[in-house]
């Protein structure tokens, strides 16, 4: 059934709008929280992926539920296709964003930390890498590879050929391979290096930093052109640490930090005056960190305060 098509029944009678309402409701509401993790793993966004939710709902509540094989397979082909043309949007803004853009963070649920291939799918580490693919490259290496769903289901959301879809794959999980952490990192590895290094941010122990921060590190800061940040990538162990350091000795005694859970992950977000100022997450591999996240955006910060439920 196309998703364009107007609902019908297969008696011929349309049915009473009110129970077809209701009916399409419970449907949708059941796999809500799927389809926010599908659109937010191809926009980095939520509130992106909030108004694909919303655009994918009025699709949906004008289908024929009788009509639909799979309930969940449409949705997702509904949401990925709205979820594309937000993507391509999006790249377009992005060309004109002031400084780097990181993600959209997230506090997720203790349930999203449990399922680690979820938590590695949506760290800030891993949405970073899938910004380097092509926007259909993104979303058949998410639904496959994230979602398992089979090719022919893909070939549908996206609107080519399975075949197509199939090299498509394999060239994304090539691209995806050579970029991304070298293997999933616990929580508990996370948590200890952050902690250890929100101690030598906090003492301004210079030495302490280098040795937890790989010799080729990168710090991105994203404030948006709202907030202070840097406006291009700091690389180097020597100048990230004397960046940090600085930074903490600039606020001084009116910062307070807090680890949370972010993306799956633990983080640190540092309050002023009660209110997050910033979030930081780590990338780390081979015990050492090599990517630090820092982002300031205000209006990319307004999820930290409540939790997200992903799921898949």
């Known amino acids: 059934m196309n998703e364009d098509s107007e609902p019908t029944t297969g008696t011929g009678e349309a049915p009473a709008r009110g129970d077809r309402m209701d009916s399409a409701t419970e449907v949708f509401i059941a796999h ?12 980095g966004s939520a509130a992106d992926a909030e108004d694909v939710l919303q655009e994918s709902w009025l699709r949906w509540a004008g289908v024929d539920l009788g009509a639909v094989r799979d309930h969940r397979a449409y949705l997702v082909r509904i949401t990925t296709r709205q979820a594309l ?6 790249g377009r803004r992005k060309e004109s964003y002031v400084g780097p853009w990181l993600p959209e963070p997230l506090l ?10 979820l938590a590695d799918s949506v760290s800030m580490a891993m949405l970073l890498v899938l910004e380097t693919l092509a926007p259909t490259e993104r979303a058949v290496f998410v639904l496959r590879e994230v979602f398992d769903l089979d090719y022919d289901e893909i070939a549908e959301a996206v609107g080519k050929r399975p075949a197509a879809v199939r090299q498509i794959a394999h ?16 929580a508990a590895e996370t948590r200890g290096a952050l902690e250890a290094f929100q101690r030598a941010v906090q003492t301004g122990d210079l030495q302490r930093l280098l040795d ?4 080729d590190v990168v710090f991105l800061g994203d404030g948006g052109g709202v907030r202070k940040a840097a406006l291009s990538p700091i690389v180097g162990a020597v100048r990230v640490a004397r960046v940090l350091t600085a930074g903490v000795r600039k606020i001084g005694q009116e910062m ?15 309050r002023l005056d009660g209110e997050i100022d910033t979030l930081i997450a780590v990338r780390i591999d081979d015990g050492l960190i090599t990517g630090l996240y820092a982002v300031r955006n205000p209006e990319k910060l307004s999820r930290v305060d409540r939790e997200t439920a992903l799921s898949r």
């Open 171 to 186: 060239r994304a999980r090539a691209h995806v391979a050579a970029r991304r952490p070298r293997g999933v990192v616990s």
């Open 212 to 215: 937890m921060l790989a010799p």
């Open 85 to 90: 043309s937000r993507l391509r949007t999006l």
């Open 256 to 270: 307070s930090v807090e680890p949370v859970q972010v993306n799956g992950y633990p983080a640190l977000t540092l």
């Open 108 to 117: 997720t649920t203790p349930d999203v930390a449990e399922d680690v291939e």
């Open 32 to 43: 809500r929280n799927l389809l926010f993790t599908v659109a937010y793993e191809m926009l």
